[in-house]
């Protein structure tokens, strides 16, 4: 079954304790991003990855980083994580036409406290 | 900025009924047209994309783009109590030094009511 996966689904935090929220894709997807939602801001995107190696800033990009040192995961790092990054995230990947999330993950619900 | 303009609602139209669903967005040259459903709680789902200005039609859905108005809108026939969601409009444009920028709207919610 075709799946983009995130871990964890939940998370509460407390504000400086860096954290990795995982993502990986079983679809052998070139394209990988990362989107925050927020009410009221809709759905912003924060990193993408045309592929292996290769990442660049979306909208939204302070406060986090992240890696694609295998196709199958882009793993996004919050270095020293902030309230105001408390958010839903989703993790996307597609194929043959970058910037057109195709497959989204579950979603992870992060509070930073 | 570039910007893209849903009306938040909600919309409600009665089961069976025509759903309309509309988006603006600022940068003119704006090239690709995605629309994203939304469940209450769930991730977004591609449900739509378009290219070229006219309509474009898949199943009950219909998208329509006119480039020289700015303008997207998608078309829901014969509604279902199931289509109630949020409808995310989003517009790919370019961005400069060889990068594209994807923006989403808000989201319209749409209620079917039976």
């Known amino acids: 079954e075709a799946q983009v996966t995130q871990n964890p689904r939940y998370l509460i935090t407390v504000t400086g304790k860096k954290l990795t929220v995982t993502c990986s894709q079983n679809?052998?997807?070139?394209?990988m991003s990362w989107y925050r939602q927020d009410p009221g801001l809709g759905l912003r995107q924060i990193y993408y990855s045309m592929n292996v190696e290769v990442t660049d800033k979306g909208d939204v990009p302070e406060g986090y980083k992240v890696s694609r040192k295998e196709k199958r995961n882009f793993p996004l790092i919050l270095e020293s994580p902030s309230p105001n990054q408390t958010s839903l995230y989703f993790c996307?990947?597609?194929?043959?036409?970058?910037?057109?999330?195709?497959?989204f993950g579950d979603g992870t619900r992060l509070s930073i406290l | 900025q570039k910007e893209v303009e849903q009306n938040s609602g909600p919309l409600s139209v009665p089961e069976g009924a025509i759903a309309s669903l509309n988006c603006t967005y600022s940068?003119?040259?704006?090239?690709?047209f995605f629309w994203y459903r939304q469940y209450s709680g769930k991730s977004p789902e591609l449900i739509m994309s378009i290219y070229s200005n006219g309509d474009k039609e898949d199943g009950r859905f219909t998208a329509q783009l006119n480039k020289a108005s700015q303008y997207v809108s998608l078309l829901i026939r014969d509604s279902q109590p199931s289509d109630s969601a949020t409808y995310l409009c989003a517009v790919l444009a370019y961005s400069g030094a060889g990068s594209y920028q994807l923006t989403f709207g808000k989201g319209t919610k749409l209620s079917v009511i039976p």
């Open positions: 996307a990947s597609s194929f043959g036409r970058a910037y057109q999330p195709q497959h």
């Open positions: 679809m052998n997807h070139e394209y």
């Open positions: 940068d003119r040259g704006s090239q690709s």
